[in-house]
């Protein structure tokens, strides 16, 4: 199998994973959890995000985390930008990496965001031309990518139009994201070969969810395609393993364990991870959703 050499891994949990937790994290614990993932060889963290402090109140310490973290050369640290407003708190922040959103649902769309993908659109525009003049890489997620929780299935045409309308706007980098986590290995790879028609894989990331159990599944899938570069999420964080219908990021543990038994180079100390898992989810009070983090926590020590 021609399998990339080496992936990128871009660590989600402090602010996808952070933001869908619904005990609320002390912001000197959202500090620590980001500088001990600082120094397990990850290059790319997602730290946290500019909305509006009602919008997501896990995140209103968003500024204060961002500028008080310890900042590693080599490592990129992104935040999320839904709007001009959160752009200005960005730049005063010293962010060098955004991270903006749509759906490839209109229904999502309008639920989540409370307007169409077009009119979300519009409010990437002028966030997207302020971070290039400011030479600030962009990320592009694209929600609902293997389908919708209220139109079902998406078609893989609309994702890559999507794709491609973003590039040409501006996106350095497109994350296809299963937010519902219900793709199949099949469906990611006939997703990703018609995308990459449009967009050069190495310009793509899959972001996945572990709802039906496929992401690790996807995620091979998708290094069969070219995909090098994956979203994951600490311990799983992203959905309360008590809530109904708890839709949890997949695990950086889990695809660390994958890319190190196919002997790919993610540049990652696993143990180290696994270590970080414990004291979040300790945080947290509940337990790892990570079966690898269970599993190799009595080795990390
Ligand atoms: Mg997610």
């Known amino acids: 199998m021609n399998f990339p050499k080496q992936v990128t891994m871009v660590e989600v949990g402090p602010r996808d994973g952070l933001q869908n937790e619904t005990i609320f994290v002390p912001?000197?614990?959202?500090?620590?959890?980001?500088?001990?993932?600082?120094?397990?060889?990850?290059?790319?963290?997602?730290?946290?995000?500019?909305?509006?402090?009602?919008?997501?109140?896990?995140?209103?310490?968003?500024?204060?985390?961002?500028?008080?973290?310890?900042?590693?050369?080599?490592?990129?640290?992104?935040?999320?930008?839904?709007n001009e407003l959160g752009m200005e708190k960005a730049l005063k922040a010293g962010v060098k990496e955004i991270a903006v959103f749509t759906a490839a649902s209109e229904t999502f769309n309008q639920r989540n965001i409370h307007c169409s993908i077009a009119e979300s659109i519009e409010r990437i525009k002028p966030v997207m031309e302020i971070a290039k003049n400011h030479d600030i890489f962009i990320r592009a997620y694209i929600s609902c990518v293997l389908g919708c929780p209220y139109e079902g299935t998406i078609s893989p045409q609309k994702v890559t139009a999507l794709s491609e309308e973003l590039i040409l706007l501006g996106a350095d980098e497109i994350s296809l994201g299963d937010t519902i986590g219900v793709g199949t290995p099949k469906q990611t790879q006939q997703l990703i070969e018609m995308v990459k028609q449009s967009v050069p894989v190495n310009q793509l990331a899959l972001h996945c969810h572990d709802t039906y159990g496929q992401a690790i599944a996807n995620i091979y899938a998708a290094l069969e395609c070219g995909i090098s570069c994956f979203d994951s999420s600490i311990a799983g964080l992203g959905g309360c393993p008590y809530a109904q219908g708890a839709t949890g990021n997949v695990a950086t543990e889990d695809v660390l364990y994958l890319m190190h038994g196919l002997g790919i180079d993610t540049g990652v100390d696993i143990y180290q991870i696994v270590r970080t898992g414990e004291m979040i989810c300790k945080a947290l009070g509940r337990p790892n959703q990570s079966k690898v983090g269970k599993a190799l926590l009595g080795m990390s020590k």
């Not at 959890?33 to 995140?59: H, K, M, N, W, Y």
Request: proline share 5%; glycine share 6%.
């Open 27 to 82: 912001t000197e614990v959202k500090i620590k959890l980001i500088d001990q993932l600082s120094v397990s060889g990850l290059t790319r963290i997602e730290a946290t995000s500019f909305v509006s402090a009602r919008a997501i109140p896990q995140l209103a310490d968003g500024e204060f985390v961002f500028q008080n973290i310890k900042k590693p050369s080599g490592i990129r640290f992104s935040a999320l930008v839904p």
